[in-house]
């Protein structure tokens, strides 16, 4: 099947989702025929076919023998609500000490690894990367013999460079800076900007390895709430400027972790216009920007920037390859500091990965593989989802994210997430508490769950048993 093909099934399948979705087609009717659909859609039959299948293995429709397709009925559920008693003043971090045990589940096999934000290693392009890495070896034999030092291999920086001019971001290979990873992107800018025991303000939930980060470096942070949907509010931050010194902030504008949340155009342009005023220089982690369902890359807060204090920070952990170590940066006007700061510290990113990365890039080998992983992802967060509605307390509350592969899950205020996670790590099930989320200890009757492995049978027994123990709880 090409390319094409799956994109027009794909686009069939949402039209008809939608119509159900508002209300044209209701739950137990009987939707048109197949050929029907293909004159509708003028489509062949064969693409109306596959439009079905989706659906039917997402739970959407069912076939009846003899009979033809019908409106399942789909559970849904809502969104879950911002936490009302986030911490808006300056604090230290005081996160519980969690993340190293979820990071070793992580690597025991023995775990159903619903805890750390990690893809199954077959979806990643292994095999391709393999092929790239055989064959620059045979003809750079000396690649691992030469440290590739800062801001790093030239052929990698034009095809991000490139990536993000398609998309509407006005950038330079110049101007990207090749690092190990988004988090240490984010440790060296932290360092180019901020004195010691200066204020971050940042957005809440938020990823623990960033907090984590911050803590290490002995800064405060001001917590602002963060919408399900919309992620921060322009309101909120600028009321917090106004009223506190704050030396910079850490925003992950499109699909946060945990929450999934993508912050509309007109809010980062606003939020840019907002830092910029009160001159405050803004750290934007982009790491889940490639995983857009829709396929439409959302825009940076870069995008927005006319005066250089947006740092960009990304990586290619949750898309090619998570060992490779190799990230991103458009340090923006900082980058004079940033640099000169890598160079103090790892010198340089791996280099036999920059050279196989940029290869991967340079022959759109990139962009076929992100095609084919979006769809996966989305599929295994429906799955999830329908599974969560079925077996947790009927009080659940959790995102629907249209991109990444995090659910990020609310329940009754009296539920603690550290007795369930105390209780899956017994059965061998690694989940994220909710805790470990928040600089204060919040969030304590939320939790998150990895959706990036391949759904199998365990599970679905594996969400069985948390709702089994969830419910225990109430």
Request: aromatic letters at 8%; charged letters at 25%; proline letters at 5%.
């Amino acid at each position: 099947m090409t390319n094409k093909d799956q994109l027009l099934y794909e686009t069939v399948a949402k039209e008809i989702e939608s119509q159900i979705q508002l209300g044209a087609l209701r739950v137990g009717e009987k939707i048109a025929s197949v050929r029907e659909q293909s004159k509708l859609f003028n489509v062949s039959i064969n693409t109306v076919l596959q439009a079905y299948v989706l659906l039917e293995s997402r739970g959407v429709i069912e076939s009846r023998p003899q009979s033809g397709f019908y409106v399942s009925k789909i559970v849904t559920t809502e969104e879950v609500r911002p936490e009302s008693d986030v911490q808006t003043r300056p604090a230290p971090i005081l996160i519980p000490d969690l993340v190293s045990d979820l990071f070793e589940a992580a690597a025991n096999d023995k775990y159903v690894l619903l805890g750390a934000a990690c893809l199954s290693p077959e979806l990643h392009p292994n095999e391709a990367i393999a092929r790239i890495t055989r064959s620059i070896l045979r003809t750079h034999s000396d690649v691992n013999a030469r440290y590739e030092f800062t801001p790093g291999h030239l052929p990698l920086r034009q095809q991000i460079a490139k990536r993000l001019l398609r998309t509407g971001h006005k950038v330079s290979a110049a101007e990207v800076t090749i690092t190990n990873g988004a988090l240490d992107s984010l440790h060296l800018a932290l360092r180019a900007i901020l004195k010691p025991g200066e204020t971050i303000l940042i957005e809440s939930p938020n990823y623990f390895g960033i907090l984590q980060s911050i803590a290490s470096l002995g800064y405060k942070v001001i917590e602002v709430p963060a919408n399900a949907r919309t992620g921060v509010d322009p309101d909120d931050v600028k009321k917090i400027l106004s009223r506190y010194k704050i030396g910079a902030a850490i925003l992950m504008p499109n699909f946060n972790n945990p929450l999934g949340s993508v912050i509309p155009d007109a809010n980062k342009r606003e939020l840019v216009k907002i830092f910029s005023k009160f001159g405050v220089p803004v750290i934007e982690d982009d790491i889940y920007g490639d995983l857009a369902f829709s396929g439409v890359r959302p825009k940076l807060l870069r995008a927005f920037d006319e005066e250089g204090i947006v740092i960009s920070c990304s990586s290619f952990s949750k898309t090619i390859s998570p060992g490779s170590r190799t990230g991103w940066a458009l340090p923006g006007k900082f980058e004079k500091e940033f640099r000169r700061l890598q160079l103090s510290s790892t010198v340089g990113a791996n280099r036999l990965q920059q050279y196989v990365i940029a290869e991967f890039m340079a022959t759109g080998a990139f962009e076929r593989y992100l095609r084919k992983i979006r769809p996966v992802l989305q599929e295994q967060l429906h799955r999830v989802s329908q599974s969560v509605l079925k077996h947790f307390p009927e009080e659940t509350r959790f995102t629907q994210p249209q991109g990444g592969f995090m659910l990020w899950l609310e329940l009754p205020k009296k539920f603690d997430s550290l007795e369930l996670y105390k209780a899956a790590a017994a059965k061998k099930i690694s989940i994220a508490p909710g805790v470990i989320f928040s600089a204060n200890g919040n969030y304590r009757n939320y939790l998150r769950l990895n959706c990036g492995r391949l759904w199998r049978p365990e599970i679905d027994a594996a969400i069985k048993t948390l709702g089994t123990l969830a419910k225990q709880q109430l």
